[in-house]
């Protein structure tokens, strides 16, 4: 095949290449189906021929997704309001000679700042000073780390043995030879020669149904084999009917232990594809998500390829803010990461490679920030890991006060998590030098929204207390300048990078510190709080019922300013204590009217809601040709065989496939037992309960499977071939599977859950 794509530049912007892919070939002359339309607000499914869906016999399940086949687009956009978060196309900027040399200056901004703070002659009273350094303290580390990874980024992860999987991946004569050349979404895949099949897995948790039919039509029309599932912690009717119609698999859980990374594992242990990709519920996949992704793992080291979060939503100044703020990270940071092999998982957007979460023990339950810390057991086990910066899905950003503060109080929390129960510089971490200090870095990020606490508190110690941090002979002038060369030239670099200065930015990065501070009280102190979604669909509470700190900060400030222009009018001078206190006062003011017209909001659209002048979007499904909506419960099981070699047949297949699982679950038992011991007594424990949980877990599905054979027998006891043989050996099946909190109470909502295993288990055995 040609290997164009080889050379094409990389377009973060798009998503692709800019010239034509294997898979736009493969696609070319098939249409898209047309969605139907309705204004009643219901369900629509697009009437198609009903025919019966393939059977994987490997996998137990239909062998690919029920979807509408998608022309490739630069990007997904779910609604007609979404913007980009650029307000320039990035193209090759990243890391221009023109941004190098910014970086450069800004460094030398930096060091020049930070050698006048530390200056002994220029220290003034100990107090503010000491405060000043230390918050300066952390934004220049912070800053100077920044810099060095964006200086190590701009190679291109992509090579030859990634094109030349690429260009592999979708087998043009066998993709004729079973006439799927008008269903991408059935294409096979191969990797290194071998065929792959993927799982795609989208978590929800009380999503609003459109968004979750939006990303679920998205991913149905992903090009490649895969199977779709919806992993339903909300545990709603709603979604399961809407998996059911528009063909997706659907897993719920008894219970919601565990959380996001819970619900995954739990999918996990249903699931059997080679490699399986997350996207939270908000999150829409580009068609060529996984022709972008796959490939490399042709490195058999590669154990996750992350690609960033790009928001669509941009048009409050809390969504605005809070993109823009990952812009930055996502663009520049975590390419500069692949320098060092410690580009980490950000939770959605994401592929895994099964058998190195297999290795570690699944997705990591005993954060908030479950994405971080099993990034970083992946990094300790030896696994590699790619971030690619394009752009192959687009969600939302929070778009009120209580999303983004519950979101950031979850990210802030898994990051002192791991400074204080994990550090990366401990000995103990089996970490390169260099993944070290990057996960020192990310642990320590979120100090740096505590510092603008410390720095506001300077103003008032001086009106207040007349204690100045600097030296009296310093001119403003002279500090001014020095200053400048520190943030000024901040400015000037996001000016460059993000195509203007944002100004929502520095006000959250101003108003965020309660946040933080409650976060690192919290890792401390030990409190846990409950797990929250960012975007769920529910009743919205007042945003200042979440700003309490800053609304009782603001009037402080607005006093001291009014004390400091008394102060300043009688002694005939405006003081630089006056004019920082007033800009702060005035940061504060803007983020509370920001505030108040948000709950305005909210409030007028509750009243229109509860006088039915507001209803839910309609909800259109459409299905492809040649393809039937599964069922209620989307059972996974394949048809009953009907002859004794079969049976026999199913029988063998079965002892090899539990024990494989045996296997794994012992090389997971001995992994718990030989992985370096945390520094928190806490987690040492935990890992200790999860090696009783496996041994648990196996003896409870051995037994259940004796009770499952014993009842067959009793039912049907000609039909057992080798029933006796099967119950003597010990059962594979996996932790998560086979959890306590599972075992006998059916959920009659759930298309996967465990009692649809044992009913299918029993179907296998009986017929």
């Given at each position: 095949m040609s290997r164009t794509m080889r050379d094409a530049p990389l377009s973060p912007e798009t998503g692709s290449a800019t010239t034509s892919s294997t898979a736009d070939r493969l696609a070319a002359g098939t249409t898209a189906t047309t969605p139907g339309t309705t204004s009643t607000g219901t369900l629509v499914l697009d009437e198609r021929p009903d025919t019966a869906t393939t059977v994987d016999q490997r996998h137990l399940a239909p062998s690919g997704p029920v979807g509408q086949r998608r022309e490739p687009v630069?990007?997904?956009?779910?609604?007609?309001?979404?913007?980009?978060?650029?307000?320039?196309?990035?193209?090759?900027?990243?890391?221009?000679?023109?941004?190098?040399?910014?970086?450069?200056?800004?460094?030398?901004?930096?060091?020049l700042y930070a050698q006048f703070l530390l200056n002994p002659s220029n220290r003034g009273d100990i107090l503010p000073y000491a405060m000043i350094i230390v918050a300066e303290a952390i934004l220049v580390v912070q800053t100077l780390f920044a810099m060095w990874t964006i200086l190590s980024g701009g190679q291109d992860p992509r090579d030859f043995d990634f094109h030349a999987t690429q260009d592999t991946l979708y087998?043009?004569?066998?993709?004729?030879?079973?006439?799927?050349?008008?269903?991408?979404h059935l294409w096979p895949m191969r990797v290194a020669g071998e065929k792959i099949v993927a799982d795609v897995f989208i978590t929800v948790y009380g999503e609003e149904l459109a968004k979750i039919a939006t990303t679920v039509q998205a991913a149905l029309a992903l090009k490649g084999e895969h199977r779709t599932w919806v992993l339903d912690d909300g545990r709603s009717d709603e979604v399961r009917d809407l998996a059911a119609q528009l063909g997706a698999r659907y897993i719920r859980r008894l219970s919601s232990n565990g959380a996001k990374a819970g619900n995954v594992n739990h999918a996990l242990a249903i699931a059997k594809g080679d490699y399986f990709a997350i996207f939270d519920a908000d999150f829409v996949p580009e068609t060529d998500f996984l022709f972008e992704t796959v490939p490399f793992f042709v490195d058999e080291k590669v154990a996750f390829v992350q690609t960033p979060q790009t928001y669509g939503n941009l048009t409050s100044l809390v969504s605005r803010g809070a993109g823009y703020m990952q812009t930055v990270f996502y663009r520049f940071i975590q390419p500069g990461r692949n320098r060092f092999n410690a580009a980490f998982c950000v939770g959605t957007n994401v592929i895994f490679r099964r058998s190195a979460i297999d290795e570690i023990g699944g997705i990591d339950t005993d954060s908030k920030s479950e994405d971080v810390w099993t990034s970083l057991h992946l990094h300790e086990a030896g696994w590699k890991s790619i971030y690619i910066p394009m752009t192959l899905a687009v969600g939302d950003a929070p778009e009120t006060i209580e999303a983004y503060s519950k979101q950031q109080l979850r990210w802030a929390t898994g990051g002192f998590e791991i400074l204080f129960r994990h550090n990366p510089l401990s000995p103990r971490r089996t970490l390169t030098m260099d993944q070290r200090l990057q996960y020192f870095v990310t642990a320590t990020n979120y100090l740096t929204g505590i510092a603008p606490l410390l720095l506001l508190m300077v103003p008032p110690m001086e009106i207040f207390f007349d204690l100045r941090p600097m030296n009296l002979h310093i001119s403003v002038l002279q500090w001014f300048l020095f200053y400048a060369g520190f943030y000024l030239m901040q400015i000037v670099l996001a000016f460059y990078t993000l195509g203007s200065f944002r100004w929502e930015v520095l006000m959250l990065a101003t108003v965020s510190f309660p946040i933080y501070v409650k976060a690192l009280w919290n890792v401390i102190s030990g409190k846990d709080e409950a797990w929250s979604v960012t975007g769920r669909k529910g009743k919205v509470s007042s945003p200042f019922n979440f700003i309490i700190p800053q609304v009782l900060f603001w009037l402080f400030l607005t006093l001291t300013s009014c004390v400091a222009l008394v102060r300043d009018a009688d002694n005939g001078v405006?003081?630089?204590?006056?004019?920082?206190?007033?800009?702060?006062?005035?940061?504060?003011?803007?983020?509370?009217?920001?505030?108040?017209?948000?709950?305005?909001?909210?409030?007028?659209?509750?009243?229109?809601?509860?006088?039915?002048?507001?209803?839910?979007?309609?909800?259109?499904?459409?299905?492809?040709?040649?393809?039937?909506?599964?069922?209620?419960?989307?059972?996974?099981?394949?048809?009953?065989?009907?002859?004794?070699e079969e049976i026999l047949a199913l029988q063998q297949a079965d002892e090899a496939e539990q024990a494989a699982a045996t296997e794994a679950d012992l090389a997971t038992a001995h992994r718990l037992a030989d992985r370096t011991p945390s520094d928190d007594p806490e987690q040492t424990a935990r890992d200790q309960a999860r090696q009783a949980e496996l041994a648990a877990s196996r003896a409870f599905a051995h037994a259940h499977?004796?009770?499952?054979?014993?009842?067959?027998?009793?039912?049907?006891?000609?039909?057992?071939v080798g029933a006796a043989r099967r119950a003597d050996r010990p059962s594979g099946r996996r932790a998560s599977d086979a959890a306590p909190d599972h075992g006998d109470a059916p959920d009659h909502g759930a298309s996967a859950d465990d009692s649809g295993a044992r009913a299918d288990q029993q179907e296998r055995v009986t017929s």
């Open positions: 630069p990007a997904p956009r779910p609604r007609a309001d979404h913007v980009s978060v650029a307000a320039r196309p990035e193209g090759g900027r990243a890391h221009s000679p023109v941004m190098v040399l910014l970086v450069l200056i800004a460094t030398l901004g930096i060091l087998d043009e004569d066998e993709i004729d030879r079973l006439g799927l050349r008008g269903t991408p405006l003081t630089l204590a006056t004019v920082w206190n007033l800009l702060n006062t005035f940061i504060l003011s803007a983020f509370l009217v920001a505030a108040w017209r948000e709950g305005r909001t909210l409030k007028r659209f509750a009243k229109a809601e509860q006088r039915g002048e507001v209803t839910d979007a309609p909800v259109v499904l459409t299905a492809p040709p040649g393809s039937a909506p599964v069922s209620r419960r989307t059972q996974v099981s394949r048809p009953a065989p009907r002859t004794g499977e004796r009770d499952a054979l014993a009842h067959a027998a009793e039912h049907d006891p000609d039909s057992l």
